[in-house]
């Protein structure tokens, strides 16, 4: 059988893989959505984790585990009278063996079903069986429901959940939006790639947890007239990184962006702005309830000093227009400030440079009398999909290699959640 990462995935790659080493009990209870749960046990398996699934007898009628086996590179477990070997243990009891070596079990898709059945213990399949006979310290359980918006909503479903919560369940999701029968609302299962990055951010160490983070990221648009603009060519994608680094350490994240094309990361609320003047009253206003502040946009330095209202024509002339400049709040600097009062956010500046990176980096710093700058060679890095920073404070400054954004982003907020620790252990 051909393993389906074979193709794609070098040794270099697996060692680099968000799960590698992870072994994870992927389970199928009854409902359409699995048909989503195929191209998650690809993605986990991309991603580096060894998958073992479980599958209901309700989930069989929905995808065969033909196909589930044939993604996850294993025989899939259906009975809990399989007699077969789980990991070389012959004693006939995979309800057992089958969660001993897992690093978390993830039930996708959980129908209404098998929510009610573990809420009370129940255990007359494989998979609810496991579940309640796996190790509750060391194999967490993850559920992404998957129903009918009615039968989300219900209150037996709602007491349920609040009651698996209460248990230590992690719930993934739902999602809303349309559904496989034609309604639309919430219920629908999370899409695997949002799964993924879930349980991905779920393994990672919680060192802001409890914390509040402010990001700013992206170009502004400052607009001459009602059709054209002043933006630069930032893609928002180092910004986005943080954001999403940040919320895998456990922080509260609020990201406010220009025009950008970037998904959301799971779990951040994100503040969609235009202009430098829209970015500062977003974010001058929730700087002081805010832990840190790291500043990743290219926020425009000047904007046409007045905005025509109708579309500049040219009208047969032959003599272009000029526009007068004005210049746009330094947000960074003005959180700063502010900072330097309170005592917090701790502040967290980019600077974009074409050479003398450090120098600058330095000065920038200085002027701005933030804590710590994060200097990058631009404009080669605008829009790519890797980088390397160097971190520059009051005493040094360290060199993060070349890396992919969301790998520099998890060392940047790993950098930054000692500094907040150490500012905050007294002496
Ligand atoms: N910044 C900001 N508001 C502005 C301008 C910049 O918050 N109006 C922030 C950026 O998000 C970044 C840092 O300040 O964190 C960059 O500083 P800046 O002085 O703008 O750098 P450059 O534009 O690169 O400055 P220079 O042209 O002097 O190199």
């Known amino acids: 059988m051909t393993h389906p990462s074979d193709s794609t995935t070098t040794p270099a790659d697996a060692a680099r893989a968000d799960l590698h080493g992870r072994h994870v009990v992927l389970g199928l209870s009854g409902g359409i959505a699995c048909y989503k749960a195929a191209e998650l046990a690809r993605a986990l398996v991309k991603a580096g984790a060894t998958v073992q699934v479980v599958m209901t007898e309700a989930a069989e009628q929905f995808i065969t585990p033909v196909t589930m086996q044939a993604l996850s590179g294993r025989p899939v477990f259906t009975s809990a009278w399989d007699t077969r070997d789980v990991d070389g243990n012959a004693n006939n009891m995979a309800h057992i063996n089958l969660t001993r070596h897992a690093d978390a079990v993830l039930v996708a898709p959980a129908s209404a079903d098998f929510m009610a059945k573990l809420l009370h213990g129940r255990a007359d399949d494989l998979l609810s069986l496991l579940c309640l006979a796996r190790p509750i310290e060391t194999c967490p359980l993850l559920i992404a429901p998957a129903m009918n918006r009615e039968m989300w909503a219900h209150p037996a479903t709602q007491r349920n959940v609040a009651q698996l919560r209460a248990d230590g369940t992690h719930l993934l999701g739902p999602d809303s939006g349309e559904q496989a029968c034609g309604e639309v609302g919430e219920g629908r299962m999370l899409e695997p790639e949002q799964l993924l990055e879930e349980l991905i951010g779920f393994f990672r160490p919680k060192p802001l947890a409890g914390k509040r983070v402010l990001i700013t990221a992206g170009p ?43 998904g959301t990361p799971r779990g951040v609320r994100r503040i969609d702005v235009r202009t430098a003047l829209q970015m500062a009253d977003a974010v001058i206003p929730l700087a002081p309830t805010q832990d840190v502040f790291i500043a990743t946009a290219a926020v425009a330095d000047w904007r046409p000093a007045t905005l025509a209202e109708q579309k500049i024509k040219k009208n047969g002339s032959k003599v ?44 920038k710093r200085e002027r701005k009398q933030i804590p710590l700058i994060v200097g990058n060679l631009g404009p080669a890095t605008f829009g790519r999909d890797d980088n390397a920073l160097v971190l520059v404070d009051a005493h040094s400054h360290r060199d993060l290699p070349p890396a992919d954004k969301l790998t520099l982003a998890r060392w940047l ?15």
């Not at 603009?229 to 962006?257: D, P």
């Not at 709040?329 to 980019?350: N, S, T, W």
């Not at 907020?413 to 002496?427: C, F, K, M, V, Y």
């Open 220 to 262: 502004t648009f400052e607009p001459i007239d009602p059709v054209r603009g002043i933006t630069n060519l930032s893609s928002g994608k180092m910004g986005f990184a943080i954001a999403r680094a940040a919320a895998e350490a456990g922080a509260e994240v609020t990201l406010v962006t220009g025009p950008v094309h970037v």
């Open 320 to 363: 272009a227009p000029t526009f007068e400049l004005t210049e746009n709040p330094d947000i960074l600097a003005a959180v700063a400030k502010q900072a330097l009062v309170e005592g917090h956010p701790f502040c967290v500046g980019f600077a974009a440079e074409s050479h003398d990176l450090l120098k600058h980096a330095r000065e």
């Open 413 to 427: 907020i790993t950098d930054i959640a000692q500094r907040l620790q150490s500012t905050e252990t007294p002496l």
